[in-house]
């Protein structure tokens, strides 16, 4: 069962999943604005997986600049797929974070910075202790310009970690594909919850970000 769940099915293999969108919030918990849109004009939208989707998701709605956060599912194959079926490892996707910007206010490669301090790259498929390819490390990027600066932030964490005595990234950089909102349950759940399970924990070493490394600009 464990290698199932830490090894991407193939779609053929991966479950059928279903027509029909799983029932979500219309609305952000915490900041009342509309998870699915529509956002202003000129806001842009990263997406991040680091592990289970609670923790991380709060990281991104406490950021100035941050409009609206979601927790969903993408990187796989299962159509609408619900979270009891991530969990086995047959649908392919990942948990993940939507943060639509203002990048006028904050930069993707401010967001880039955040995601790699704040989960370790180098686990594979896994977070912690948490052990599955739904919680692996990924980027996916909605345009050129945010696949090169998550590239060269790659690059340039990596010689960071390198220096520091730890380990290669295994972070997947890939185009985003059909982003699945998760249930309305997993919507700002630490703001529904307080005391729920985080999960969020870093390397502890500085993405160098803003320290003398260009990032592309245009994001």
Request: glycine letters at 14%.
């Amino acid at each position: 069962m464990l290698s199932q769940k830490t090894t991407m099915p193939t779609p053929g293999s991966a479950l059928p999943g279903r027509a029909t969108p799983v029932t979500t919030d219309e609305v952000h918990f915490v900041t009342g604005r509309p998870l699915k849109g529509p956002h202003p004009e000129g806001f842009q939208t990263a997406v991040f997986g680091m592990g289970c989707f609670w923790g991380v998701e709060r990281v991104f709605w406490s950021l100035p600049g941050v409009w609206v956060t979601s927790a969903g599912y993408t990187g796989g194959y299962t159509p609408n797929p619900t979270y009891e079926e991530t969990c086995t490892g047959r649908t392919g996707h990942a948990e993940v974070v939507q943060v639509v910007f203002n990048p006028k206010e904050i930069s993707y490669a401010d967001l880039l910075k955040v995601f790699w301090e704040h989960h370790d790259p180098t686990q594979g498929m896994r977070q912690g202790g948490d052990i599955g390819t739904t919680y692996r490390s990924a980027i996916y990027y909605l345009d050129e310009a945010q696949r090169e600066q998550a590239e060269a932030s790659r690059d340039a964490y990596q010689a960071a970690l390198t220096a520091a005595g730890q380990g290669e990234i295994t972070t997947e950089i890939t185009p985003a594909g059909v982003y699945y909102f998760a249930e309305d349950y997993h919507q700002g759940y630490l703001a529904k919850n307080p005391e729920g399970y985080c999960g969020i924990g870093g390397t502890g070493v500085t993405c160098p970000i803003g320290v003398g490394v260009t990032s592309v600009s245009g994001a």
